[in-house]
């Protein structure tokens, strides 16, 4: 499995900046992709960004030009880096990552989910 713990997560004024990081550790071949994802009271679990092995990257339509993702391969981290904060970026932020593992006598693609770590956006 992949074990992933985010951290960077907490409280800044509107226009600020954060930076998250999700490290992955764990039992797996390889890693095809990480993801960001948040979840604000009430709502639904949205995608922030993404980044594949590759190094194409994705993001919401809420955060582009905004948000940046990041991968260092080397030391199996990925990286948020948040700009231009505004209060509707308030949530609890989580990393995904798609995983080949091994699942009896052979390989599966699976999804992994970190604790989360909350950012809060003040105005």
């Known amino acids: 499995q992949v074990e992933l713990v985010e951290s960077g997560g907490g409280w800044v004024q509107a226009g600020g900046s954060l930076t998250l990081s999700c490290a992955a550790s764990?039992?797996?071949?390889?890693?095809?992709?990480i993801e960001w994802w948040r979840q604000a009271p009430g709502k639904q679990r949205e995608l922030v960004a993404g980044i594949r092995s590759s190094g194409s990257t994705n993001y919401g339509d809420s955060v582009k030009g905004r948000f940046a993702i990041s991968r260092d391969n080397a030391a199996n981290t990925v990286y948020l880096q948040m700009n231009s904060l505004k209060p509707e970026d308030t949530a609890v932020y989580y990393c995904n990552a798609e995983a080949v593992v091994r699942v009896g006598l052979g390989t599966d693609v699976r999804d992994f989910w970190g604790q989360g770590t909350q950012v809060t956006v003040s105005s």
């Open positions: 764990g039992s797996y071949f390889s890693i095809n992709a």
